[in-house]
């Protein structure tokens, strides 16, 4: 019993955490180094984190700098941050680049919420679907005679309860972007 239980709360903290993952590379109108996550470049036969090439600042709330250890690598940095369409074309004088985020426009806003909450939706499922499969796998166990009626049901209610936390916790950060990315 317990070892569906913690395999269901595994399930739900990777479905979490990946969601919280999508959240991060979210466009909002702020600088945020999160955005250069999953960009990689060429090096040495290598692909690598831009991250691990580079000094990455955040001087201004709308302008990243990223200043790269070896100047040589900065033409490709700027290729892969061009190919990666975030949406901000960076500005290379030679030594940094900076990556210049404009203001949001309020239309802009309503379709990133509107992306949000598909993510946030597809999260819900996601936690609805592993709650099914602790469900399906705990009447299996009363099937089989591993389990009686009673633990049956108090491991189905563990379950819900589970499930429920997490979609409250779903909820929570879905409506905390909403309001970061609608501020002004």
Not at 64 to 72: E, G, Y
């Amino acid at each position: 019993m317990q070892a569906l239980k913690d395999l269901s709360t595994q399930k739900m903290q990777k479905s979490f955490d990946s969601l919280l993952h999508n959240y991060s590379k979210v466009r909002t109108g702020r600088a945020s180094a999160s955005i250069l996550d999953d960009i990689k470049i060429n090096y040495y036969g290598q692909p690598t984190p831009v991250k691990q090439l580079c000094n990455i600042s955040i001087p201004e709330p709308r302008t990243i700098i990223v200043q790269p250890w070896d100047k040589t690598t900065l033409a490709d940095i700027e290729k892969a941050i061009l190919g990666a369409n975030i949406g901000i074309t960076p500005d290379n004088d030679g030594n940094v680049i900076r990556l210049p985020f404009q203001p949001l426009t309020e239309e802009k806003r309503k379709a990133i919420v509107r992306d949000l909450k598909k993510l946030a939706e597809d999260s819900r499922i996601a936690i609805r679907n592993i709650r099914r499969e602790a469900n399906d796998s705990a009447k299996k166990m009363k099937k089989d005679s591993e389990i009686s009626e009673d633990e049956e049901k108090k491991l189905l209610k563990e379950i819900q309860d589970l499930t429920d936390d997490w979609i409250k916790k779903i909820d929570e950060v879905e409506k905390a972007k909403e309001q970061e990315i609608m501020e002004v």
